[in-house]
Every structure is written in structure tokens, then in C-alpha cells.
């Protein structure tokens, strides 16, 4: 149906791994092996920072919140993506605008609510270090849940105003150069106009809060840790900085992800579908796959557990 030069489809295509056509059963098996993988990883981690005692504390609640994110944002991708494979192979996908914009609203709340939770753990680790006598009364269990409310609360309000402009703009295209679906694919295929450009800026605005913001803050922490820490004793240092690589790993591992995937958005063009796919699928694979790894090896408590958890399995 057409109006006044555009289209207003109520369904839109997914490119997804047409360019791939003739190896849809190794792309299953692919990725049926990484959801299993992020699956048991994230819940053996979350599972064990639950049930020992030894690890409720505020900066493990943070890591468990982070992980819970990760796991719930791979169970959105990756069972839509098993499915399509299995039953379109690797052709095009057609998916209800509806069902593309639950898809877009969720994991873009999801992706900002983790930036926030990483700068939460930025700022649990900067007073630990930097305020150790005044720890325990700034952050308190009652102050942690606000924090991991705020942390996803604000997301999901500005993405759902974001998600509600994107669903009344116009659409001139249908087909999205994605696996998946994201608010701001689906404001592209807009036919531009005011409209358009507004919410543009909206969504500019978004990242700023939730990618931006916390990301200047995380840095900002993190460079008055490490001042602290050089003007210590060698084991201060060593083990204070120890609490925070595994912080840090995961940081720069999502940012290098979300940079590249807005510069190759930038740079986008009907030629580069390719490019932007394979980019668009790495954001959501390498985080996912080694969120778990970073945090289940790097952290000396949560390892521990987990080689005692998993002697246990292998012993008995």
C-alpha cells in the first residue's frame, strides 16, 4: 500500500545470511554451539555469585546484572537466528515491523543498561580503592538496588520513546542489511523528512546517556584508580588493579564493537551489506561469547568457585 510516495509496510526483510546461502547447516551449528556455550557460561557464573555467600557483595551484584543482561540479550539473537536458518536456510527473512521494533526496543535497552551497569562497577571499584573507610555507608545494599534500577530503568525509557517515534515514521525500503533488528536499521529505511531528523537527534541523544556518558565516566574512574594506585605500595597496587581488569577488558571489548558498528553505519552503503552484516554480528557474538570467560577467569572468586564447581561435577 502506497501513499504519497512511500510505503507503509507492516512487514520488513531481513538480509540475514543470504550472502552465505550455501552454508546454512554449518551457520546452524555455528551458532547453536555459541548459544550453548554463552547459555551454560553466563548462568554457571550468575548461579555461583548467587548461592556462596562469600560473593554478595555489591560488585559481584553488578557482575551477575551485567551477565544476566548478556545471557537475555543472546536468548533475543540467537534463537531468531537458529530458527531462520532452519527454516529459510540462509535466504531472506521477512519479519512483521511490530515484532522488528519488540526485537530493536529490547536489545537497545539491553545494550545501553550494560554501559550503565559497566560504569557502576567503575564507580563500586573507584570508591572501594579510593574510599575504602567510607565504603560500606556509601554503597549499601539498599543504594546498590537503586543503582541496578536506574541502570535499567533509564534505558528503557528513552529507548521506548525512540522505539515509539520509529513507530510512527514512514518507511520507504524494507530490507534491513541485518541479522537482527535495531531502532536506529529501522529509522533508516524512513523516507526522511522532519520527522526523521528529529528522531535522529533522539537517538543521538540516546547513545550520549547511555554509551557516551558512562563510558567518559568509566574512564574518568579508572584514571583516578590508577593515580591512586601509583602513589601506593606495590601489593595496593597489584591487587586493587586486579579487581578492575576484568572490568576493563570488558569495557574496551564493548566499546571497540560499538565503535566500529557506528563508524561502518556511517560509512554505509548498498555495496557494503556485506561488510555491515558480518560487523553487525560480531558486536553481538565476541561480547556475548567472552563476557562469561572474562569474568568466570579473571576474577579470582568466582574462578575458584567455578574449579571447585566443576571437580565436583567431574568427580562424582
Known amino acids: 500500500?502506497?501513499?504519497?510516495?512511500?510505503?507503509?509496510?507492516?512487514?520488513?526483510t531481513l538480509v540475514g545470511f543470504s550472502s552465505m546461502s550455501g552454508h546454512s547447516s554449518l551457520l546452524f551449528f555455528v551458532f547453536l554451539l555459541l548459544y550453548l556455550f554463552?547459555?551454560?557460561s553466563d548462568s554457571l557464573v550468575i548461579y555461583i555469585i548467587c548461592s556462596q555467600r562469600a560473593l554478595h557483595r555489591p560488585m559481584f551484584a553488578f557482575v551477575a546484572s551485567f551477565l544476566l543482561n548478556s545471557l537475555t540479550g543472546s536468548t533475543l539473537v540467537y534463537p531468531k537466528i537458529l530458527s531462520d536458518l532452519l527454516l529459510s536456510g540462509a535466504g531472506l527473512v521477512q519479519v512483521s515491523r511490530t515484532l522488528c521494533q519488540c526485537q530493536g526496543f529490547l536489545l537497545s535497552s539491553l545494550g545501553g543498561a550494560s554501559f550503565m551497569l559497566l560504569s557502576a562497577m567503575a564507580f563500586d571499584r573507584y570508591l572501594s580503592i579510593c574510599h575504602p573507610m567510607h565504603y560500606a555507608v556509601l554503597v549499601t545494599p539498599a543504594k546498590v538496588v537503586l543503582m541496578l534500577l536506574f541502570c535499567w530503568?533509564?534505558?528503557?525509557?528513552l529507548v521506548g520513546v525512540s522505539t515509539l517515534l520509529a513507530s510512527r515514521l514512514p518507511l520507504c525500503r524494507a530490507q534491513l542489511d541485518r541479522a537482527y533488528c535495531?531502532?536506529?536499521?529501522?529509522?533508516?529505511?524512513?523516507?526522511?523528512?522532519?520527522?526523521?531528523?528529529?528522531?535522529?537527534?533522539?537517538?543521538?541523544?540516546?547513545?550520549?546517556?547511555?554509551v557516551f556518558l558512562p563510558a567518559a565516566f568509566m574512564l574518568f574512574s579508572y584514571a583516578r584508580i590508577l593515580f591512586i594506585c601509583l602513589r601506593r605500595s606495590r601489593s595496593f597496587s597489584s591487587k586493587a588493579l586486579q579487581t578492575c581488569l576484568p572490568h576493563l577488558l570488558v569495557f574496551f571489548n564493548y566499546s571497540i564493537s560499538v565503535y566500529l558498528d557506528l563508524m561502518l553505519r556511517r560509512l554505509q552503503s548498498n555495496r557494503e551489506s556485506d561488510s555491515t552484516l558480518i560487523t553487525s554480528m560480531l558486536m553481538m557474538l565476541v561480547p556475548t561469547v567472552l563476557n562469561p570467560?572474562?569474568?568466570?577467569?579473571?576474577?579470582?572468586?568466582?574462578?575458584t568457585h567455578v574449579k571447585r564447581l566443576l571437580s565436583c561435577r567431574r568427580d562424582s
Do not use: H, R
Request: contains cysteine; hydrophobic residues 55%.
Open 1 to 12: 500500500m502506497t501513499s504519497a510516495g512511500f510505503n507503509v509496510t507492516s512487514s520488513l
Open 38 to 40: 554463552v547459555l551454560f
Open 153 to 157: 530503568m533509564l534505558p528503557v525509557i
Open 182 to 210: 535495531d531502532i536506529y536499521s529501522i529509522m533508516s529505511l524512513s523516507c526522511g523528512g522532519a520527522a526523521a531528523q528529529l528522531s535522529g537527534i533522539y537517538i543521538l541523544l540516546i547513545v550520549t546517556a547511555t
Open 293 to 303: 570467560v572474562v569474568y568466570g577467569l579473571k576474577l579470582k572468586e568466582v574462578f
